[in-house]
T-cell receptor
């Protein structure tokens, strides 16, 4: 069963514009959410996280929003840069020795 | 470097062969995870170690899969009698603190993975 879903396999935006990547989850026990970024032939690298006690976390150009009632989180990148082009994975955990990942969204930022 | 190191980077095995994949976590990291990532999918949890103790192996797909971390640092994922469906990227990740004590501020650090192709 897919407990973490990224319904958009790809997204293309213009440099300088906002990129919004979405993620939905089904397990209400998840209390920690992360976004990972992955370049080809490399492992995922941690980008930003948010715990369930917050609804927003910001780090430079990256902001993650959490809507617990909707079981939805999103990653905003403003302004988008060509170097942001990568696959972005949403992940969620309930502290039970497991972290569930979405299938990823491939972001392309065009110059 | 100080990151998670995995070897080999690529492995081609004939169906029925045994393979061993190695993970060197970041020094001092307590938690170690193995994930399997099929093409076009997100990483799928396989197993978790807290130091040398394997606390969760619920994600291992069959008894052909075996993981160990005997001294609480380096870990090996072994796949016996490989099958074509085992073809995937195997990712190792480590984290500084034990997973069950995490308060949401110790993310996993991933290695670059081992791409296994079973022919």
């Amino acid at each position: 069963d897919q407990q973490v879903k990224q319904n958009s396999p790809s997204l293309s935006v213009q440099e300088g514009r906002i990129s919004i990547l979405n993620c939905d989850y089904t397990n209400s026990m998840f209390d920690y959410f992360l976004w990972y970024k992955k370049y080809p032939a490399e492992g995922p690298t941690f980008l930003i996280s948010i715990s369930s006690i917050k609804d927003k976390n910001e780090d430079g150009r990256f902001t993650v929003f959490l809507n617990k009632s909707a079981k939805h989180l999103s990653l905003h990148i403003v302004p988008s840069q060509p170097g942001d082009s990568a696959v972005y994975f949403c992940a969620a955990s309930d502290n039970n020795n497991d972290m569930r990942f979405g299938a990823g969204t491939r972001l392309t930022v065009k110059p | 470097g100080a990151g998670v190191s995995q070897s080999p980077r690529y492995k081609v095995a004939k169906r029925g062969q045994d393979v061993a994949l190695r993970c060197d976590p970041i020094s001092g990291h307590v938690s170690l995870f193995w994930y399997q990532q099929a093409l076009g999918q997100g990483p799928e949890f396989l197993t978790y170690f807290q130091n040398e103790a394997q606390l969760d192996k619920s994600g291992l797909p069959s008894d052909r899969f075996f993981a160990e971390r005997p001294e609480g640092s380096v870990s090996t994922l072994k796949i016996q009698r490989t099958q074509q469906e085992d073809s995937a990227v195997y990712l190792c990740a480590s984290s500084l603190v034990s997973w069950d004590s995490m308060e949401g501020n110790s993310p996993l650090h991933f290695g670059n993975g081992t791409r296994l192709t079973v022919t």
